[in-house]
């Protein structure tokens, strides 16, 4: 009896352990783009979050662009800039909002138009070897749940 209770015990732990695996580390949340003309430059929006340890966003690939590239947004003495960062670190149970006005990526070259309902599809590669595969909905503008989780995140800043 005792030797049942054990491998039952046992099974259930094995059991959870693999679950936890299974889950998903990074996560991309409501990625989606600007409808963009072919040949021009269309941009990528979404918010990461990292249930695991800190880790970096090195590069992003999308069949539709020639290249990709992440860019900061700020505002300087009343000017927008925008600067390429080469690395995006993503915080130990974090995230990271690439959002209009702010982060954002950079579809150079685009090989089609994109319009509104395509879906653009980009690899994330990370310092630590993952690899996320996201889909970007095209929209005129930021999805539901985008805007309430950008009204919610600035609530909490205050």
């Known amino acids: 009896m005792k030797t049942r ?16 695996r299974a889950a998903p580390v ?40 020639s290249r990709v590239e992440m860019h ?18 993503v915080p130990a149970g974090g995230e990271v909002r690439f959002a209009p006005g702010g982060r954002h990526l950079m579809l150079l070259g685009l090989k089609k138009p994109l319009k509104t309902g395509d879906r653009v599809p ?11 595969k996201v889909e970007l909905v095209v929209s005129p503008t930021a999805p539901a749940g985008e805007a309430m989780d950008h009204m919610d995140h600035m609530d909490h800043a205050h």
Request: glycine letters at 10%; hydrophobic letters at 50%.
């Open 122 to 132: 980009a690899t994330l590669r990370f310092a630590s070897g993952a690899e996320l």
């Open 5 to 20: 209770f054990i491998a039952a015990g046992l099974a259930a732990l094995l059991l959870q352990s693999t679950a936890a």
């Open 72 to 89: 900061a947004s700020s505002m300087t003495g009343g000017v927008m800039r925008m600067s390429p960062e080469t690395r995006v670190s």
């Open 26 to 65: 990074l996560q991309a949340l409501h990625p989606w783009s600007r409808p963009a003309a072919a040949g021009a430059t269309g941009a990528g929006y979404l918010t990461l979050v990292n249930k695991g340890s800190a880790d970096t966003l090195v590069a992003v690939e999308s069949p539709v662009a």
